[in-house]
C-alpha cells in the first residue's frame, strides 16, 4: 500500500468516526427535544391499534402535531383525549345477548 493510499484510507476511518459521533449526538438532542413524544408506530404499538384507526381517532380530534411531514404525539395529552372519549362513548348498556349462567 502506498503512503497515499494509507492517507486516503485513514481519511475514511476519521470520517466514518466523525459521522458515527454526529449521529450519536442528533439522537440524544432528539431525544431530549422529543421527550414525552412518539411517532405513528410508537403509537400503534403501544395502544395496540392499527393504522386505520390511528387516522379515525386523528379525524376525531387525537391531539397531534407535525414535525416536517411526520406526525408526532404527546403521552400525556393522548392519554387525556382517550380517557375523555372512553367516558363519552361508553355504551349506555351492555351491547349483545345477555350471558347464560
Do not use: C
Not at 493510499?5 to 466514518?16: C, G, L, N, W, Y
Not at 438532542?29 to 391499534?49: H, P, T, Y
Not at 411526520?70 to 349483545?96: C, M, Y
Request: hydrophobic share 40%; proline share 5%; charged share 30%.
Amino acid at each position: 500500500m502506498s503512503a497515499q493510499e494509507d492517507i486516503i484510507s485513514q481519511a475514511h476511518d476519521v470520517i466514518d468516526r466523525v459521522r458515527s459521533q454526529a449521529h450519536d449526538v442528533v439522537e440524544r438532542v432528539r431525544a431530549e427535544l422529543f421527550m414525552g413524544q412518539v411517532n405513528e408506530a410508537m403509537l400503534m404499538a403501544a395502544l395496540k391499534i392499527s393504522k386505520a384507526t390511528l387516522e379515525r381517532y386523528k379525524a376525531n380530534g387525537l391531539p397531534h402535531y407535525r414535525v416536517g411531514r411526520r406526525p408526532l404525539f404527546d403521552i400525556e395529552a393522548v392519554r387525556g383525549w382517550i380517557t375523555s372519549h372512553q367516558q363519552k362513548n361508553a355504551p349506555a348498556r351492555p351491547r349483545g345477548r345477555p350471558r347464560k349462567v
